[in-house]
Each structure stands twice: as C-alpha cells, then as structure tokens.
C-alpha cells in the first residue's frame, strides 16, 4: 500500500492517472472523513471560509484530473502558515 507522500508524488506527476481510492485517501488524510459521500461523489470541508470543500468523484475506478489538480491546490493552501495544516505540511515537502 503506498503512503501518502507516495501518491502525492505521483499526483504532481500525473494527476490522470490517480486511482479514486487512492485520492480518497489523501483527501481522508488532510481533510477528515468526508461529509458527504452519495453515489459517485465526495464533499470534503475545508478550514478556511470562500470555497469551503472540495468536491472529487469517481469516473469508473479513476479520479477526474482537474479535480486532482483542486485536491493539490488545496493542499498547498494547508500548507500555508495560518491556514491550519498543523502536523500535516511535512508530508507535501
């Protein structure tokens, strides 16, 4: 099973080909157990106000790249002092 520092790695260099479970994973990972999860869809809270989740769903087995491309930017966001990534930003390094 790879790690999650694994699998963001492989996010970074191609975000087409990431599995939906393992971006569930990482999504589970910096942003709790989804708040919603019907169907082929996942909402995920954020801790900061405006755009307030993220949104991935499950296209026969694989995540949409777009939405993988969100999952990183939000976690690069995280990872931002003030944003509340406490204890999470050493895995994106």
């Not at 699998?7 to 260099?13: E, K, T």
């Not at 087409?16 to 971006?23: N, W």
């Not at 919603?36 to 989740?53: I, L």
Request: net charge positive.
């Amino acid at each position: 099973m790879a790690s999650i520092k694994e699998i963001l790695a492989a996010m970074r260099r191609n975000p087409k080909g990431v599995s939906f479970s393992d971006l569930c994973k990482v999504c589970d990972h910096f942003f709790g157990e989804a708040r919603q999860s019907s169907g082929s869809h996942r909402v995920y809270k954020t801790p900061w106000q405006g755009d307030p989740r993220v949104n991935i769903q499950n296209d026969k087995g694989m995540a949409k790249a777009y939405q993988v491309r969100q999952v990183l930017k939000a976690i690069e966001r995280l990872a931002r002092p003030g944003e509340g990534a406490e204890g999470k930003d050493n895995v994106t390094k």
